[in-house]
């Protein structure tokens, strides 16, 4: 069983100043480390406390939430395996948080979506930056997740030559079926975040919890 390492999480805030503030999980791309998506703080909305996360499986020089396969069609077991162990590092918060959600990166980004599968109500929202939507899930799994429609933001570049096209096909296919679903494409961006996308994320966010 993986687990999360709650001794490698990288907060916004000491424990003193997370009770009773809403979490937003920071979820890293494949080969990268909890300390990555910590440069975005200075660019997040301050309203929320975060958490990156490390994934669990070593990749390289960085980490990885699931071995890699085809690009954009992993298989459906490990992912759904690394958002057990997500799951159970938020259950191990127990009532700190009043709303949990999910920012994620690339395979980070597959994993958010797979979060909402696993919990579709235990989310408050996902942002999925150059992530897609895994393949395979099995009959019945994402009607939860269309009872619920959370609230999702996909950006993602339009010169972006990671995520194959048919990935972003069905990701963004299965946005519009399950989720409340803002899809946006950004000119020239590659695989990476903009600044353009990031004041988008801050946007959303103020939408989805209002100060």
């Given at each position: 069983?993986?687990e999360?390492?709650?001794?490698?999480?990288?907060?916004?805030?000491?424990e003193?100043?997370?009770?009773g503030?809403?979490?937003?999980?920071?979820?890293?791309?494949?080969?990268?480390?909890?300390?990555?998506?910590?440069?975005l703080?200075p660019?997040l909305?301050?309203?929320?406390?975060?958490?990156s996360?490390?994934?669990?499986?070593t990749?390289g020089?960085?980490?990885?939430?699931?071995?890699?396969?085809?690009?954009?069609?992993?298989?459906?077991?490990?992912v759904?395996?690394?958002?057990?162990?997500?799951?159970?590092f938020?259950?191990?918060l127990?009532d700190?948080?009043?709303t949990?959600?999910?920012?994620?990166?690339?395979?980070?980004?597959?994993?958010?979506?797979?979060?909402?599968?696993?919990?579709?109500?235990?989310?408050?929202?996902?942002?999925?930056?150059?992530g897609?939507?895994?393949?395979?899930a099995?009959?019945?799994v994402?009607?939860?997740?269309a009872?619920?429609?959370?609230?999702?933001?996909?950006?993602?570049?339009?010169?972006?030559?990671?995520?194959?096209?048919?990935?972003v096909?069905r990701?963004?296919?299965?946005?519009?079926?399950?989720?409340?679903?803002?899809?946006?494409?950004?000119?020239?961006?590659?695989?990476?975040?903009?600044q353009?996308?990031?004041?988008?994320?801050?946007?959303?966010?103020?939408k989805?919890?209002?100060?």
């Open positions: 069983m993986i999360i390492d709650a001794e490698a999480v990288r907060w916004s805030h000491p003193s100043e997370r009770r503030r809403p979490l937003v999980l920071l979820l890293h791309g494949v080969g990268s480390h909890e300390g990555d998506p910590t440069g703080l660019h909305s301050p309203a929320f406390v975060y958490a996360l490390r994934a669990p499986l990749h020089g960085g980490w990885s939430w699931y071995p890699l396969s085809q690009p954009g069609s992993p298989a459906y077991a490990p759904d395996e690394a958002a057990d162990a997500v799951l159970r938020v259950d191990g127990g700190e948080h009043p949990v959600g999910l920012l994620g990166f690339s395979q980070g980004g597959s994993l958010s979506l797979q979060l909402l599968r696993k919990r579709p109500a235990g989310f408050a929202f996902a942002v999925v930056l150059a897609f939507v895994v393949p395979g099995p009959d019945g994402d009607a939860g997740v009872a619920v429609r959370p609230p999702v933001l996909y950006g993602r570049g339009d010169a972006d030559t990671v995520i194959p096209a048919d990935a096909e990701t963004g296919a299965w946005l519009t079926e399950h989720t409340d679903a803002e899809l946006t494409v950004y000119p020239g961006l590659t695989h990476g975040i903009a353009e996308e990031l004041d988008d994320v801050n946007a959303f966010l103020a989805v919890h209002p100060a």
